[in-house]
């Protein structure tokens, strides 16, 4: 094995390789911004928000740190809108799960939302939501019985178990609103 050290390159070199390459509808960069209070601009159409269904991931997490919930609502169109929340209470991690799904239905029946395609890494909620399987711990039944009266505003709504790994953006809300602390004397803004 022989080691090649790496020959130096002249700044010149490199520059006159790059103004060989100029491009002809180069525009310079404006760096006047008239709008600055903008944060988003979207256009919208009304048919598509009604033709096709709005997704929503969700994800709770209970751990030794805290309670945390996460939402992420998906439009047809492919924008985030992106919710957390940590709880203030104790709680088994179906009721965390519980809790996101219920906050994710919420935003969208704010947003008059009707057709929506619900989707979560837990089995339990997923198949409980469904009606293919029963709810058995008396903690979960009041859960889903206020999901089920929630979606009766929905033209449509589908759920759907999601693993784990596909559902990482509502994992990372979660798990970051579980590690925030507060100060129960102050109050908490919205995340």
């Given at each position: 094995?022989?080691?090649?050290?790496?020959?130096?390159?002249?700044?010149?070199?490199?520059?006159?390789?790059?103004?060989?390459?100029?491009?002809?509808?180069?525009?310079?960069?404006?760096?006047?911004?008239?709008?600055?209070?903008?944060?988003?601009?979207?256009?919208?159409?009304?048919?598509?928000?009604?033709?096709?269904?709005?997704?929503?991931?969700?994800?709770?997490?209970?751990?030794?740190?805290?309670?945390?919930?996460?939402?992420?609502?998906?439009?047809?169109?492919?924008?985030?809108?992106?919710?957390?929340?940590?709880?203030?209470?104790?709680?088994?991690?179906?009721?965390?799960?519980?809790?996101?799904?219920?906050?994710?239905i919420r935003a969208?029946?704010?947003?008059?939302?009707?057709?929506?395609?619900?989707?979560?890494?837990?089995?339990?909620?997923?198949?409980?939501?469904?009606?293919?399987?029963?709810?058995?711990?008396?903690?979960?039944?009041?859960?889903?019985?206020l999901v089920l009266?929630?979606?009766?505003?929905?033209?449509?709504?589908?759920?759907?178990?999601?693993?784990?790994?596909?559902?990482?953006?509502?994992?990372?809300?979660?798990?970051?609103?579980?590690?925030?602390?507060?100060?129960?004397?102050?109050?908490?803004?919205?995340?």
């Amino acid at each position: 094995m022989v080691y090649v050290s790496q020959k130096a390159v002249k700044g010149s070199a490199i520059a006159d390789f790059l103004a060989s390459r100029v491009l002809e509808d180069y525009e310079p960069l404006t760096f006047d911004f008239p709008n600055e209070d903008l944060m988003y601009v979207a256009a919208t159409q009304e048919d598509t928000l009604e033709d096709h269904p709005w997704k929503l991931n969700f994800d709770g997490v209970s751990n030794a740190v805290g309670n945390g919930i996460g939402a992420v609502l998906i439009s047809p169109n492919g924008d985030h809108y992106p919710f957390t929340c940590k709880l203030d209470f104790d709680c088994t991690n179906n009721m965390a799960e519980y809790e996101a799904c219920i906050m994710g239905i919420r935003a969208a029946v704010e947003r008059k939302i009707k057709v929506l395609e619900v989707y979560g890494d837990s089995a339990l909620v997923i198949y409980q939501l469904k009606g293919e399987w029963e709810t058995r711990d008396s903690k979960l039944i009041n859960y889903r019985e206020l999901v089920l009266d929630l979606i009766k505003v929905f033209d449509d709504i589908t759920f759907h178990y999601l693993p784990c790994d596909e559902n990482q953006m509502a994992n990372a809300l979660a798990a970051l609103a579980s590690m925030i602390r507060t100060n129960k004397q102050e109050d908490m803004k919205p995340i």
